[in-house]
T-cell receptor, first 116, second 110 residues
Framework: GAVVSQHPSWVICKSGTSVKIECRSL??????MFWYRQFPKQSLMLMAT?????????EQGVEKDKFLINHASLTLSTLTVTSAHPEDSSFYIC????????????FGPGTRLTVT | RKEVEQDPGPFNVPEGATVAFNCTYS??????FFWYRQDCRKEPKLLMS???SGNEDGRFTAQLNRASQYISLLIRDSKLSDSATYLC???????????FGAGTILRVKS
């Protein structure tokens, strides 16, 4: 159980274009999903917390107008990187939390974004 | 001071060795503690939760010392497949957010 999928697994795009990444919880409902970014040789950094039916909460330093998050259902959250630039190239990972009160999170396989 | 600190390693050990990783956290209000494993260019996978009483899962033993704000992971009889980065993870003061340590690299060699 607790399977999370992400699509696409990798994407290459040109500078200035927008990229949408989908995160789905396949076998459970996730009221909360999280979006992380990981640069090479660094740990995961939380970008935002996404709650179903409400606006996402962004971490300090993360531009909400650049990283648009939508959590339209209990099984789907999307992250759109708008007007991507080479410095946005990174490994983007989503996770979904269970509601058991133990704060465990299950991660999607990640999306590797390269902006040329 | 980082909220979660780990020795980055790498730890280079032979097969069959016992290896221990340590982690300290700064937020005394944290309630949930985990060890995750991350393979190169992959997502983190939950290895085990860490409880105050200590817990064991096969070759893996996790310990928590709340007074010292210290978490450990012991791996016995290391296998080649244990080679990975081990992430110490703690929930933040804001409840369900997780804070990740930078990870400890383990390389098990034959």
């Amino acid at each position: 159980g607790a399977v999370v999928s992400q699509h696409p697994s990798w994407v290459i795009c040109k500078s200035g274009t927008s990229v949408k990444i989908e995160c789905r919880s396949l076998d459970f409902q996730a009221t909360t999903m999280f979006w992380y970014r990981q640069f090479p040789k660094q740990s995961l950094m939380l970008m935002a917390t996404s709650n179903e039916g409400s606006k996402a909460t962004y971490e300090q330093g993360v531009e909400k107008d650049k990283f648009l998050i939508n959590h339209a259902s209990l099984t789907l959250s999307t992250l759109t990187v708008t007007s991507a630039h080479p410095e946005d190239s990174s490994f983007y990972i989503c996770s979904a939390g269970t509601d058991g009160g133990t704060y465990e999170q299950y991660f999607g396989p990640g999306t590797r974004l390269t902006v040329t | 001071r980082k909220e979660v600190e780990q020795d980055p390693g790498p730890f280079n050990v032979p097969e069959g060795a016992t290896v221990a990783f340590n982690c300290t956290y700064s937020n005394s209000a944290s309630q949930s503690f985990f060890w995750y494993r991350q393979d190169c260019r992959k997502e983190p996978k939950l290895l085990m939760s860490v409880y105050s009483s200590g817990n064991e899962d096969g070759r893996f033993t996790a310990q928590l010392n709340r007074a010292s704000q210290y978490i450990s992971l012991l791996i016995r009889d290391s296998k080649l497949s244990d080679s990975a980065t081990y992430l110490c993870v703690v929930n933040s003061e804001y409840g369900n957010k997780l804070v990740f340590g930078a990870g400890t690299i383990l390389r098990v060699k034959s």
